[in-house]
């Protein structure tokens, strides 16, 4: 079975700043991969970054970055320069990379709020 | 490319009643899956299908069940609604482990 926490029910920073948003995780998988998802009010759910777990350097897309250490099994989320529409909540994810790959197991997420 | 479509986007039922659900995958993606999600519960996962067969399935009463076409696009149905199948249903379609792309969501109410 898989777990994964956000311990953060919510954060606050100030636009323009770095903020980090904490998960960590439970599998006894050895291959699998880590996903970090924005739900904004409307709903939909926005694919931000993935990190596979043999993948050696962390994972960067734009402004986002997963800071993975595995041995503590934690992929925290830092996001820089917050922008207002930064504002969501976030959820981090995962699922096995074997034939099971459709199944995500989500944590319960952090409201972001990015005060200008 | 276009991403993952899902229809309708708002519905409302009431108790008894039973309810069908469209999801259309990226093209080319092959496995879709649905998940529920509420305040209470968050995100939980219904069922995937891989090429037209089921190929995981959450901890859901027999209520809820999909099916998916060998165009690959995916129907979930809930018979019977209950005031707390109320949610918002996500459908993602993955082309491997590495993507999960999800569409908007279908908004269910149950009165």
């Known amino acids: ?116 | 490319k276009a991403g993952v479509t899902q229809t309708p986007r708002y519905l409302i039922k009431t108790r008894g009643q039973q309810v069908t659900l469209s999801c259309s995958p990226i093209s080319g993606h092959r496995s879709v899956s649905w998940y529920q999600q509420t305040p209470g519960q968050g995100l939980q996962f219904l069922f995937e299908y891989f090429s037209e067969t089921q190929r995981n399935k959450g901890n859901f009463p027999g209520r809820f069940s999909g099916r998916q076409f060998s165009n690959s696009r995916s129907e979930m149905n809930v018979s019977t609604l209950e005031l707390g199948d109320s949610a918002l249903y996500l459908c993602a379609s993955s082309l491997d482990p590495d993507t999960q792309y999800f569409g908007p969501g279908t908004r269910l109410t149950v009165l």
């Open chain 1, 1 to 116: 079975a898989q777990k994964i926490t956000q311990t953060q029910p919510g954060m606050f920073v100030q636009e323009k700043e770095a903020v980090t948003l904490d998960c960590t995780y439970d599998t006894s998988d050895q291959s699998y991969g880590l996903f970090w998802y924005k739900q904004p009010s409307s709903g939909e759910m926005i694919f931000l970054i993935y990190q596979g777990s043999y993948d050696e350097q962390n994972a960067t897309e734009g402004r986002y970055s997963l800071n993975f250490q595995k041995a503590r099994k934690s992929a925290n989320l830092v996001i820089s320069a917050s922008q207002l529409g930064d504002s969501a909540m976030y959820f981090c994810a995962m699922a096995p990379r074997r034939t099971s790959y459709g199944k995500l197991t989500f944590g319960q997420g952090t409201i972001l709020t990015v005060h200008p």
